[in-house]
């Protein structure tokens, strides 16, 4: 039976461009996927504790020898795992902060790195919606300051995920940056997001 992991990250609650694209991802496969199931963790709202030493090292250690820190930390990882080894597509909605992933996601990647997935994703497709509040796209000044998608990239196909889209809205802060506004941005703003919502629905209509 098809599954589906959908993953929030975004802080905010109102307003998230990058929640309401994952939320029509979900949507759409759903309806693509009528006896699919889905599995929904907020990496905000319920933020993964980073892995600690004791986690690290249970994975190294015999289960006979854990210690109750070990056991509980290797615990929430485990959990972690099983949702992912379960999921034959996942869905990520990932803002850019600071050039970079929200380190909520980041503290959900940290865990998921195991025996049981290194190598072993090879039929897991991800599908990475993202929000950035600025343009970076060919020729802007900051092209190539958007280091989400190339470090993704390289970290998913250490698991074995080859099959990696990403679909980007970018200028959404064009109406709420005092340095933006000024630009006039609004309505590019609105025709990235448009082609956002577009490319989700090819997506699930291939
Ligand atoms: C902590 C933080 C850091 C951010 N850093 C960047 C950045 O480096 N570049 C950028 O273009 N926008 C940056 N933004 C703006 C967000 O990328 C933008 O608001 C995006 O829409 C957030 O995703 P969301 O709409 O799903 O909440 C940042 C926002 C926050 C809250």
Redesign the pocket.
């Known amino acids: 039976m098809a599954h589906l992991l959908h993953l929030d990250s ?3 609650s109102e ?5 309401r694209l994952s939320a029509h991802y979900a949507k759409l496969w759903s309806a693509a996927h009528p006896d699919g199931t889905v599995t929904y963790r907020d990496l905000a709202v319920d933020p993964i504790p980073h892995l600690d030493e004791a986690g690290f090292t249970a994975a190294f250690t015999p289960e006979a020898d854990r210690t109750p820190e070990q056991n509980d930390s290797f615990k929430v990882s485990t959990e972690l795992i099983d949702e992912l080894v379960a999921a034959d597509t996942v869905v990520v ?1 990932l ?5 970079s992933v929200p380190s909520t996601f980041k503290a959900w990647f940290d865990r998921i790195v195991s025996e049981r997935t290194l190598g072993r994703l090879t039929e897991t497709k991800l599908v990475v919606v993202t ?4 343009g970076y796209g060919p020729g802007t000044p900051r092209e190539g300051w958007d280091h989400r998608e190339p470090w993704l990239r390289h970290a998913v196909s250490n698991l074995g995920i080859t099959d990696v889209t990403f679909v980007d809205a970018e200028l ?2 064009a109406r709420e940056s005092p340095q933006m506004i000024p630009l006039d941005l609004g309505a590019a703003e609105d025709q990235s997001f448009a082609a956002a919502l577009a490319a989700i629905e090819e997506l699930l209509a291939a």
């Open positions: 975004s802080l905010r307003g998230s461009r990058s929640r909605g803002p850019l902060y600071n050039f929000a950035r509040g600025g959404t802060l």
